[in-house]
């Protein structure tokens, strides 16, 4: 399973980006999805994932109420809607699913196949 991830790139603090996933070799109806980050010196943390029906989404408490994640199964692609973005935002996000159908999409969301990543940078 491969995962494309696009839609990074340089934006001022409080401008938005989208950011699009999507997976190759499989389709990724029936697995959650979700978006992590690593800015530089730091590890990688989880942002936030999707449910496999796209009903239920968590967020870190740092992005809340200015990210937002969709899925359309039906041109199986899951974005990341970026808005209000701070400088703290600057990292490479990821995208993630998982290797079992059916996983849980929680705080403890930890994918199995990852996406080459793509660099977000905001400047203040």
């Known amino acids: 399973v491969q995962l494309q991830a696009s839609g990074g790139g340089l934006v001022q603090a409080g401008g938005s980006l989208r950011l699009s996933c999507a997976p190759s070799?499989?389709?990724?109806?029936?697995?959650?999805m979700g978006w992590f980050r690593q800015a530089p010196g730091k590890e990688r943390e989880f942002v936030t994932c999707?449910?496999?029906?796209?009903?239920?989404?968590y967020y870190a408490d740092s992005v809340k109420g200015r990210f937002t994640i969709s899925r359309d199964n039906a041109q199986n692609t899951v974005d990341l809607q970026m808005n209000s973005l701070k400088p703290e935002d600057t990292a490479v996000y990821y995208c993630?699913?998982?290797?079992?159908?059916?996983?849980?999409?929680?705080?403890?969301?930890?994918?199995?196949?990852w996406g080459q990543g793509t660099q977000v940078t905001v400047s203040s």
């Open positions: 993630g699913t998982t290797r079992v159908r059916f996983a849980t999409c929680g705080t403890s969301f930890s994918p199995d196949y």
């Open positions: 070799g499989r389709t990724f109806s029936g697995y959650p």
């Open positions: 999707i449910s496999w029906s796209g009903g239920t989404q």
